[in-house]
């Protein structure tokens, strides 16, 4: 009998099925809470605040199932953005300000898979731990960017307005199409293409997998580069959405997004992970924000409530962890 | 006779040890360090004015920024001392730590003026110059009070950063004049850090609970692209005047503010006086650092207020309607 | 930190002279990037050398240092403490709020390390007796304690404490700062407990093999505990130095603190891994990001062009203690 719950419980995914628990409990009781909270629009608001934290997850998510972490996600972000803005803006009319293109796209994309790229690099050939890499280019990244725009804030007009503010008929945002999009073609790459299939094998273990004849190194590229690019994608609707490229844009970004992706039930010990799970805990994360806010809770308390469902989340997978095997999910 | 031919000794005697002092000055310029606690187009523009300021007074600057950390800015002040600096200007970033850094320069003969953030302890600097927060923020309370008259009026006030003075009395004394009108309700009070982003995501929350929105207050200008943002998804960003228009009331007279109010987006913004502040604090700067004294130990200037209506006439008053 | 020994192999001087050189280098890795950085400032940067720079270096010096020491124990046994940060400004907050408002700087600065020892604790348990993950579980303190000194502050920073506080930080005995005394003393007793105790021994082999530490009868779940527990205590301590610096305690203090402290135990050639490195490795780290902050602030550098040179030195000083250390393993033993 036990036996037969544990078997079922490690099917269904214990952190999965938490997570959604949590998830509609939450909503429940802000339904409760605030009459506005489950209108239509504020479900497309909610899930368009949440798109910046999952777009970025999904791409971090590939990085941590390698058993890797990257820290300096905020600062590729930022970085990425304005590189993309000096390269496919012009001056605007007014000081401060840069009239973009439809160029700033494709630019930031390639500049945050170059950025990922290095971090990969730099791990490759100068044998350091992710972390110690990510922490550096987090402080070199962020330099660079503050170099370039002078540590002044920069509004921009024109194209890149469109990706973050657009709506597709039914008032669901751009971001959000991109962001399930994008999970969608992260989970295909996991299960039926070979060099993502080989992310999971290289944090399983990196020895055993090098000598199975897995190509590590283009591994972590890949790994690193898509991370790069989903930074630059969520880099792309933040600042779409608010018109302006602050100096300290995307700054402990990237404590949100590993928040999500641990959230999310992927392990940071590698070889497993999900990149549903990721969606979801970005959704439950501004669903706590969106929520907090509409009944006018205290500001402050935000964080705390979040800290404890990450707190929550880890206590819960080491009680998981004791009751049922290893499995290894997508 | 003779005692005018005293003061005629006395008179050339002190115009030759003035004229000595003054050419010992021009060959040896007062440095003067400049401490910032951030960078932004806000901050660019009171350095570029201490800067044209201490050039006109022939003194030399060192600049540095903390970017927004205490420990940093205690230590390049120290730093700025040991180059040699007699006097600093510094904009704190936290002003309690603002009096040790203000008590230590002073007890190393340094003289230490605050720029735009008041120190916790106005007595512990030489001088204080800044806007004046209270006056901005009730002014712009008495221009809600004005537009809601004695209808029911719902208002979201975005706040700065409630670790500092402008942050902290641009949304009290708001608050103070809302308070007497029990026709205005505050809908939502959201601290931003100064972060448009929060700014973004507070207004499209508040929006969502409250669609009968009326007015909104964004004590400083960068916050207002993340609400013009949100309005243009709700299709609520309207002209001054227009049908539907929520009032939106913001301080600095920064370049993006004054071009807000140039397209009639916002109601009103009060402009800073950036150029007379940094004037005033490099004079009581250089004065005490040659062993004077400020004529007040402090000055704190009403912002100007401008308006779709009057930013023509206004213009040259305002900082960054000049720069534009 | 490995045991500097010199040979007794009979052989000239130069080359006995250059064989210590070795060791010490296998030792202190970073060494000699701290040599040249300081002699390169000395001579290119004016007001670098001069007493007054090294005292102001030195009260910079003081609370990275403690906090640094903490974190070093933390990560010699494989674990690490994202929330030294967070701990760092809650203590501040504390601890400077009982000062101002029980007008008792003594009691102040217990109460900032006892909350520090608190949190140090509470991270040991979960991550000893609970087997959380160490960096996913201190990151959701971090994250918790941050939000809980700014609901306590209210976002406002805590300050016109007592003056003897801010006097005390000025302090000097023997013409050092006082707070550098203090960080010493603890780097001292830190060098004591980690080489001349059982509890020493027991954090290197915890890091290096688990497994073996259990069958070598050491108590593993004890030793996690206790270096959590040191290092929160640490940054409580640590946090109270800055605050008898600053005169004030703010919720936002230790945002910035935690990459500096990570970064100066990495950059000194302690392995995230474990059971490799030292605390004199920690001082020479915590030592060269404090002389490129102030010789880079003296040159006029911008605070963005420092984050870059950080940056680099980051990623360069630590891929040359690796391969320093690849050279040793092949060279020397």
């Given amino acids: 009998m036990i036996a037969a719950a544990r078997r079922m419980l490690g099917t269904v995914e214990p952190r999965g099925a938490a997570l959604l628990g949590v998830l509609v409990v939450l909503v429940v009781a802000f339904g409760i809470l605030s009459d506005r909270f489950l209108d239509y629009d504020n479900m497309a608001n909610l899930l368009l605040q949440s798109s910046i934290t999952g777009i970025a997850a999904i791409g971090l998510s590939f990085v941590i199932m390698t058993a890797g972490i990257d820290l300096s996600a905020g600062s590729s972000m930022n970085l990425a953005l304005v590189l993309a803005i000096s390269i496919a803006g012009t001056a605007g009319t007014m000081e401060y300000t840069t009239q973009t293109n439809w160029l700033v796209y494709p630019v930031a994309l390639v500049a945050g898979t170059a950025l990922g790229c290095l971090n990969a690099l730099a791990i490759i050939f100068l044998r350091l731990s992710p972390l110690i890499v990510t922490l550096a280019t987090l402080s070199l990244y962020r330099g660079i960017a503050l170099h370039l725009t002078g540590g002044r804030e920069m509004l921009v007009f024109g194209s890149i307005r469109e990706f973050g503010r657009g709506l597709i008929g039914i008032g669901i945002g751009y971001p959000v199409v991109a962001m399930f999009a994008l999970a969608a073609l992260a989970t295909a790459l996991l299960r039926h293409v070979s060099i993502g299939r080989f992310v999971l094998a290289v944090g399983g273990s990196e020895r055993s997998a090098r000598e199975n004849g897995i190509p590590t190194g283009r591994v972590l590229l890949f790994a690193y580069g898509f991370a790069g690019i989903t930074a630059a994608v969520a880099g792309l609707v933040l600042v779409g959405r608010v018109g302006a490229v602050n100096p300290d844009l995307g700054w402990q970004f990237e404590f949100t997004v590993i928040t999500a992706v641990v959230l999310g039930g992927t392990s940071l010990l590698g070889g497993k992970g999900s990149i549903r799970g990721a969606i979801v805990a970005a959704v439950v994360l501004s669903t706590i924000s969106n929520g907090l806010n509409l009944i006018g809770a205290d500001p402050y308390i935000y964080d705390v409530i979040r800290g404890c469902v990450l707190l929550f989340a880890v206590v819960l997978d080491a009680a998981a962890q004791l009751h049922t095997p290893a499995t290894r999910t997508v | ?324 | 930190m490995e045991k500097v020994i010199v040979s007794k192999r009979p052989g000239d001087g130069v080359a006995r002279f250059f064989e210590l050189g070795l060791r010490l280098v296998a030792a202190l890795p970073l060494l000699p990037i701290v040599f040249v950085v300081a002699v390169a400032m000395w001579v290119l940067v004016p007001g670098f050398a001069t007493l007054i720079n090294l005292e102001n270096m030195a009260r910079v010096l003081a609370p990275l240092l403690v906090a640094a020491i903490g974190a070093t124990f933390v990560m010699l046994t494989g674990g690490i403490d994202l929330s030294v940060g967070a701990t760092f400004g809650l203590a501040s907050v504390v601890g400077a709020t009982v000062m101002r408002d029980s007008g008792s700087v003594g009691l102040g600065l217990v109460a900032g390390i006892a909350v520090g020892a608190v949190v140090g604790a509470a991270n040991g348990f979960a991550v000893a007796r609970l087997r959380l993950s160490p960096f996913v579980y201190t990151l959701a303190i971090l994250l918790t304690v941050r939000a809980t000194a700014f609901l306590l502050s209210r976002g406002y920073s805590v300050g016109r404490l007592p003056s003897e506080a801010t006097a005390f930080g000025r302090y000097q005995i023997f013409g050092v700062p006082s707070l550098l005394w203090i960080a010493l003393v603890i780097l001292a007793i830190g060098l004591v407990a980690l080489h001349k105790t059982p509890f020493g021994r027991s954090v290197y082999l915890v890091g290096s093999n688990e497994r073996a530490a259990t069958f070598n009868a050491i108590n593993v779940n004890l030793t996690k505990w206790l270096v959590y527990f040191i290092g929160g205590t640490l940054a409580g301590v640590a946090s109270m130095l800055a605050v008898l610096r600053l005169g004030s305690g703010a919720p936002v203090l230790g945002d910035t603190i935690l990459l500096q402290i990570i970064a100066a135990v990495v950059v000194g050639g302690t392995s995230v891994f474990g059971g490799e490195g030292g605390l004199w490795r920690t001082f020479t780290g915590v030592v060269l990001v404090v002389m490129l902050e102030k010789g880079l602030d003296l040159m006029g550098l911008a605070f963005y062009d420092q984050a870059i040179v950080i940056g680099a030195v980051i990623l360069f000083g630590s891929a040359f203690g690796v391969y320093l250390r690849r050279r040793r393993n092949f060279g020397l033993r």
Wanted: aromatic share 6%; proline share 5%; net charge negative.
């Fill in chain 2, 1 to 324: 006779m003779k005692m005018k031919s005293g003061i005629c000794a006395v008179s050339a005697l002190a115009m030759a040890i003035f004229a000595g002092a003054y050419q010992a000055a021009a060959q040896e310029p007062v440095v003067i360090g400049v401490s910032f606690d951030k960078m932004e187009s806000f901050r660019e523009g009171e350095f570029n004015a201490i800067k044209a300021a201490a050039a006109a007074k022939g003194a030399k600057i060192i600049f540095q920024n903390a970017q927004e950390d205490a420990q940093r800015q205690a230590s390049q002040i120290e730093s700025m001392i040991a180059q040699g600096a007699k006097a600093i200007i510094a904009i704190p970033w936290d002003i309690e730590a603002a009096v040790n850094d203000a008590n230590n320069a002073r007890s190393a003969g340094v003289a230490y003026v605050t720029l735009d953030q008041a120190p916790a302890d106005l007595k512990a600097v030489d001088f204080h110059v800044g806007g004046d927060p209270c006056a901005d923020g009730t002014a712009a309370g008495e221009f809600f009070a004005k537009a809601a008259g004695d209808k029911p009026y719902k208002l979201l006030e975005l706040q700065g950063g409630l670790s500092n003075d402008n942050g902290i009395r641009r949304s009290k004394c708001l608050d103070e004049v809302l308070a007497k009108h029990s026709n205005i309700v505050i809908v939502a009070q959201v601290p931003t850090d100064w972060k448009p982003e929060k700014a973004l995501v507070g207004t499209e929350n508040a929006l969502q609970a409250h669609p009968d929105l009326n007015a909104i207050y964004s004590p400083w200008n960068i916050g207002l692209q993340g609400v013009f943002s949100v309005l243009e998804k709700a299709g609520k960003l309207k002209k001054v005047g227009e049908r539907g228009h929520i009032d939106i009331v913001s301080i600095d007279g920064a370049p993006t503010g004054c071009q807000a109010v140039r397209d009639g987006l916002i109601d009103m913004d009060l402009a800073t006086p950036v150029g007379d502040m940094a004037a005033a604090a490099v004079d009581a700067a250089l004065a005490v650092a040659t062993g004077g004294k400020p004529a007040a130990p402090t000055a704190f200037l009403p912002g100007t207020p401008y308006t779709p209506a009057d930013v023509a006439t206004q213009a040259p008053k305002v900082w960054g309607c000049a720069a534009g």
